[in-house]
């Protein structure tokens, strides 16, 4: 085997079992990063056994969640004090700004230090009284581990990604094995490497860069899973909710959205650029919750678009490390085509090209596209439907609240969605009737690990982030007591 990295399972770093490599890419030069080793469904039974192992006879489900917090608080500083290394990886890997992966990198040791706080939590939170309408019983609430518990993650927030999913899972006394995307494994070995620093003990995380329809596979259909947490595509997620149905795993799913930003004609226009371009071309519109369908009120539509227009022009587009590049390359080779096969659909389909849509000139190598945006786009067309997942928006006017509401509710995905208006009233009215699990007034993106986060309709099921990313992890168990001294009397009489 030719490869420059290996497989951590068990506390352990080895090679993979049947050999395999796959190659990750610089998406800004193509250039090959390294030859990763790929974990198969062999090194998936083996992760998962050393996981078990480490549930069912290891310290880590039994010790106190202020024990269990010292441990996430190292990985975080760990995290922290790698920053720079981390992020710099992140931009080889991913292609996204400097700046950006600096914030991805800042959040995912603040997720773990988050979660640190919510372990130690657990520990005053056990054995709470559920006061019973039959005096003759006391009973008592009990918040424990799921058990092992399979992480599978996308490329677009690769470290932020995992940390949503690690530090919950070890705060709850879970074991895990993450296999995050092919596309870009790097920083989740890193992650590794971090927690095996910061002492956890071997087998609690376990980290399989593999292929998805090999190793993602092999962990969804494993019977030692007890738990699936996955964040992805809407037709992996089927994939995968197919699998658990066979022994009925507990799944959570973060899956994919098209959210719609609706902008009333009274919001001041410069505010609603700022959070129109933020939210459509941060990470290289390459991310879920991207504001890919904005609703203008007519008064406002033309100047919107040309002020749009002009700042679209104004992006600075380039390689993730050089200084003031707002839009890198797109992740992939795979990903580009998708994307410009959308574009081009979207033009047959009728909508309005304003800007974009092409290789901006002066770049023969990497994933690189313009700032797209596409105006009266009709609401049939698969640019207004499907997710596109690329720093293309789509713009269309509309007349008044209830037909912004209509178009922003027509859609499979729920995942979220933005209004604005300096009529804060008529705001948190709009904001009540949209159909996602995350609303934005006055803004769109920003994102806290204390809020809940996930998806309406086919945008998923479940919630991460906050106390709700917690109890994805968590079983709760009731346990009763019979407390009276006379005789049940079912036949004793
Ligand atoms: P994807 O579904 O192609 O892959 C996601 C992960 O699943 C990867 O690790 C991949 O290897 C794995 N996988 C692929 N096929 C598999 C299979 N058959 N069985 C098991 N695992 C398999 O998605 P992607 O292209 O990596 O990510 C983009 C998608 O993720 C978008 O749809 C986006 O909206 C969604 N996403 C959602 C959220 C959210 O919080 N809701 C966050 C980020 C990304």
């Known amino acids: 085997m030719n490869a420059d990295t290996q497989l951590y399972i068990n506390g352990q770093w080895v090679d993979p079992v049947e050999g395999r490599t796959f190659a990750t890419i610089d998406p800004s030069s193509e250039a090959l990063i390294a030859r990763v080793a790929a974990a198969t469904a062999a090194d998936v039974d083996l992760a998962v056994q050393a996981a078990r192992q480490a549930f069912d006879e290891g310290p880590w489900p039994h010790l106190s969640g202020s024990a269990r917090a010292a441990v996430l608080r190292r990985i975080a500083q760990g995290i922290r004090d790698r920053q720079q290394a981390l992020a710099e990886l992140e931009v080889r890997d991913n292609g996204k700004p400097l700046p950006e992966a600096l914030w991805d990198v800042g959040d995912s040791a603040g997720c773990f230090d988050y979660y640190a706080d919510l372990a130690e939590g657990l520990d005053d939170r056990q054995d709470q009284p559920v006061a019973l309408a039959d005096e003759r019983f006391s009973s008592v609430v009990r918040k424990e581990p799921v058990g092992v518990a399979g992480a599978i993650i996308p490329w677009n927030f690769p470290l932020l990604m995992a940390a949503w999913k690690v530090a919950p899972a070890l705060a709850a006394g879970c074991c895990m094995v993450l296999k995050p995307s092919e596309l870009t494994p790097m920083t989740a070995l890193e992650l590794a490497r971090i927690a095996d620093a910061a002492g956890l003990p071997a087998g609690v995380l376990n980290v399989l860069p593999g292929l998805g329809q090999s190793a993602g596979a092999a962990l969804a259909e494993h019977p030692g899973i007890d738990k699936l947490a996955f964040t992805g595509s809407v037709p992996t997620g089927s994939r995968i909710m197919q699998?658990?149905?066979?022994?009925?795993?507990?799944?959570?799913?973060?899956?994919?959205?098209?959210?719609?930003?609706?902008?009333?004609?009274?919001?001041?226009?410069?505010?609603?650029?700022?959070?129109?371009?933020?939210?459509?071309?941060w990470n290289q519109g390459q991310v879920c919750s991207a504001t890919s369908r904005v609703l203008v009120q007519r008064e406002l539509y033309a100047p919107l678009l040309d002020r749009l227009r002009q700042e679209a022009e104004k992006v600075r587009i380039g390689n993730g490390m050089e200084e003031g590049v707002l839009l890198g390359p797109l992740v992939s080779?795979?990903?580009?085509?998708?994307?410009?096969?959308?574009?081009?659909?979207?033009?047959?389909?009728?909508?309005?090209?304003?800007?974009?849509?092409?290789?901006?000139?002066?770049?023969?190598?990497?994933?690189?596209?313009?700032?797209?945006?596409?105006?009266?786009?009709?609401?049939?067309?698969?640019?207004?439907?499907?997710?596109?997942?690329?720093?293309?928006?789509?713009?269309?006017?509309?007349?008044?609240?209830?037909?912004?509401?209509?178009?922003?509710?027509?859609?499979?995905?729920?995942?979220?969605?933005?209004?604005?208006?300096?009529?804060?009233?008529?705001?948190?009215?709009?904001?009540?009737k949209l159909r996602a699990g995350i609303v934005w007034i006055n803004c769109s993106q920003p994102t806290f690990t204390e809020a809940p986060w996930g998806g309406y309709k086919q945008s998923g099921i479940g919630r991460e982030l906050g106390e709700w990313g917690l109890n994805n992890y968590l079983e709760i168990k009731q346990i009763t007591r019979y407390d009276s001294d006379q005789n049940w009397g079912w036949y004793l009489k």
């Not at 650029?273 to 071309?281: D, K, S």
């Not at 990903?335 to 849509?357: H, M, P, S």
């Open 243 to 281: 699998a658990a149905a066979n022994d009925i795993k507990n799944i959570s799913l973060e899956l994919g959205g098209k959210s719609p930003f609706i902008i009333f004609a009274d919001s001041d226009i410069e505010s609603a650029v700022e959070w129109i371009m933020f939210g459509i071309f």
């Open 333 to 432: 080779k795979g990903q580009y085509d998708k994307v410009l096969t959308a574009i081009a659909g979207g033009l047959e389909e009728g909508a309005r090209l304003v800007y974009g849509g092409e290789r901006p000139t002066g770049f023969d190598q990497g994933f690189y596209l313009q700032p797209t945006l596409f105006a009266d786009v009709p609401l049939h067309s698969a640019i207004w439907r499907e997710e596109i997942f690329g720093p293309v928006v789509c713009v269309r006017p509309f007349d008044d609240e209830a037909e912004a509401l209509r178009s922003a509710n027509d859609s499979r995905f729920g995942l979220a969605a933005a209004v604005m208006s300096k009529d804060l009233v008529r705001a948190e009215r709009v904001a009540r």
